[in-house]
């Protein structure tokens, strides 16, 4: 992504270009665990998708279909949240390769 | 056609915010300033004004609401002085980080402990690297003048910056003098219309407002914020010349007092530099030559003007009322140092603080600097480059 001189800034920290925060991939500061989601335990109970801090759990219609890796750090919310005694999201060893770009 | 009024240094300001009508009025009443904001509050009362007026609960508060209010998009200005300032203090680098032009009237005042309400610098030099433009006033007269162009320069479309304009506290916000108020016509026609840069009213635009910069965003935004305060020099000195123009005051970066031949100088700001002018006259007219240089724009700081003033004295005397524990002199003495550091000729330079808390400044004080001065220059010594004036020793 590229950074704008102190001269192509707008005045006073305004940014004209709002909703850009969806160009910081988050999932980028993961590290160790990532949530895992496991379809058939779930409740469709949306704890994971109210708590979540980067909006990272995916929806598609009315139900809650897994995780944005793009944006998940992996802080585990969605996991200790989850309800069932089996739960939905369990938290595992990172594998997947981290998403790239985001803020240095 | 301007009007002879009998009004203190309060009522001044007072007045000029009567006739401006910000959209925006905030503050918490806090001596010396008070009255200004009773004013305003019955101005408000009394139906002549149409801005807001809000009281909330503290400065900080009062601060937070100016800088949400001239977000939104309005004019917006606040009154207060020492522990006030200091409140405020958080707040005042994001008006000036969100180059907000929000105008300040402070009657400066001493920072506690000891808790004392008394008048030196000790608050606004506190807010120095604050971002905002501030500007010292000698006088009732000055203090109204100063607020009335401090619209213009703040809100200058280049400078889009805070602006606070001084008045010692009790010495002008108490002292009543015999001003030049201008028509109410006159000064709305001065200080125009105002035009908000990205105001939050408008709907039709998506814009996010203070966002949070890491480590790759906050250097070029502080850096662009700079810019804003590096713009005013030549904004202050037209807006100085249109004032001078419209109502017959002049005004700009600094007061030259009989420096023509003079061969000694001292430095002083605010309301110090009256008296000393009549310090001068008496010295004048005993064959000394000696003369003032008043800066009455403290930041941006005028380096290069006062440089050029200073270079051919033999000896100056910077007189500050305030302190800076520890460091190599007062606010205005280590500027003023500094400024000359690149010029080859440049005078001996001393650093005397005064009038701390209150403490009163008379012409015999301006005399015994004067011949300190005179010492040094005949000596080409400099025996105390840092003392006090009129302290119990």
């Known amino acids: 992504m590229k950074k704008e001189t102190w001269k192509e800034l707008t005045i006073g920290t305004i940014n004209l270009d709002a909703g850009n925060s969806v160009k910081n991939l988050?999932?980028?500061?993961?590290?160790?665990?990532?949530p895992q989601f496991i379809q058939d335990k779930c409740i469709q109970c949306f704890f994971c998708w109210l708590y979540c801090p980067h909006s990272a759990i995916l929806v598609e219609g009315d139900e809650v279909k897994g995780i944005n890796y793009d944006y998940c750090t992996g802080c585990g919310i969605c996991s200790v949240e989850c309800p069932p005694k089996e739960k939905a999201i369990i938290m595992v060893k990172e594998e997947v390769k981290l998403a790239e770009g985001g803020a240095e | 056609m301007s009007t002879?009024?009998?009004?203190?240094?309060?009522?001044?300001?007072?007045?000029?915010?009567?006739?401006?009508?910000?959209?925006?009025?905030?503050?918490?009443?806090?001596?010396?300033?008070?009255?200004?904001?009773?004013?305003?509050?019955?101005?408000?009362?009394?139906?002549?004004?149409?801005?807001?007026?809000?009281?909330?609960?503290?400065?900080?508060?009062?601060?937070?609401?100016?800088?949400?209010?001239?977000?939104?998009?309005?004019?917006?200005?606040?009154?207060?002085?020492s522990q006030g300032l200091a409140l405020m203090w958080?707040?005042?680098?994001?008006?000036?980080g969100l180059r907000l032009p929000i105008v300040a009237a402070i009657a400066n005042r001493s920072l506690s402990a000891p808790i004392n309400i008394h008048?030196?610098?000790?608050?606004?030099?506190?807010?120095?690297?604050?971002?905002?433009?501030?500007?010292?006033?000698?006088?009732c007269q000055e203090a109204y003048d100063n607020f009335i162009q401090a619209f213009r320069i703040g809100?200058?479309?280049?400078?889009?910056?805070?602006?606070?304009?001084?008045?010692?506290?009790?010495?002008?916000?108490?002292?009543m003098e015999v001003i030049q108020v201008e028509d109410d016509d006159e000064v709305k026609k001065f200080v125009g219309e105002y035009k908000?840069?990205?105001?939050?009213?408008?709907?039709?635009?998506?814009?996010?407002?203070?966002p949070i910069d890491f480590t790759d965003y906050y250097f070029e935004h502080k850096r662009n914020q700079i810019e804003g305060i590096e713009n005013a020099p030549p904004v202050i000195e037209a807006v100085g010349k249109e004032f001078g123009r419209d109502f017959g005051r002049q005004y700009g970066f600094l007061e030259e007092y009989r420096m023509d031949d003079a061969e000694i100088c001292i430095v002083v700001m605010s309301s110090a530099a009256g008296t000393c002018k009549d310090a001068v006259d008496e010295l004048r007219s005993d064959g000394k030559r000696i003369g003032l240089l008043k800066p009455r724009i403290y930041?941006?700081?005028?380096?290069?003007?006062?440089?050029?003033?200073?270079?051919?004295?033999?000896?100056?005397?910077?007189?500050d009322r305030s302190s800076s524990p520890g460091a190599f002199g007062a606010p205005l003495f280590t500027d003023i140092r500094s400024?000359?550091?690149?010029?080859?000729?440049?005078p001996h330079i001393v650093n005397y603080v005064y009038g701390l808390g209150g403490r009163d400044i008379k012409v015999e004080h301006f005399k015994e600097v004067a011949l300190k001065l005179e010492k040094i220059a005949e000596t080409g010594k400099v025996e105390e480059l840092y003392g006090y004036i009129n302290l119990r020793e």
């Open chain 1, 26 to 34: 988050t999932g980028t500061w993961r590290s160790g665990k990532k």
């Open chain 2, 155 to 175: 809100e200058d479309l280049k400078v889009r910056t805070p602006v606070l304009v001084g008045l010692d506290g009790f010495i002008i916000s108490h002292s």
């Open chain 2, 299 to 319: 930041r941006p700081f005028a380096h290069q003007k006062i440089a050029e003033a200073l270079k051919k004295m033999k000896a100056v005397a910077v007189l």
């Open chain 2, 4 to 81: 002879l009024k009998t009004l203190n240094g309060n009522q001044t300001i007072a007045e000029a915010v009567r006739q401006i009508d910000p959209d925006v009025m905030a503050a918490y009443p806090i001596t010396p300033s008070t009255a200004i904001v009773e004013a305003i509050a019955k101005f408000k009362a009394d139906g002549l004004i149409t801005g807001e007026f809000v009281c909330p609960e503290s400065e900080h508060s009062a601060m937070s609401l100016c800088i949400g209010a001239s977000s939104a998009g309005g004019r917006v200005m606040t009154a207060t002085a």
């Open chain 2, 119 to 139: 008048g030196d610098h000790s608050d606004t030099m506190g807010a120095r690297d604050s971002g905002w433009i501030q500007i010292y006033s000698e006088n």
């Open chain 2, 339 to 346: 400024a000359l550091y690149d010029y080859e000729e440049r």
């Open chain 2, 90 to 96: 958080e707040m005042l680098y994001i008006a000036a």
């Open chain 2, 196 to 210: 908000p840069v990205y105001p939050l009213l408008d709907t039709s635009r998506k814009m996010t407002v203070g």
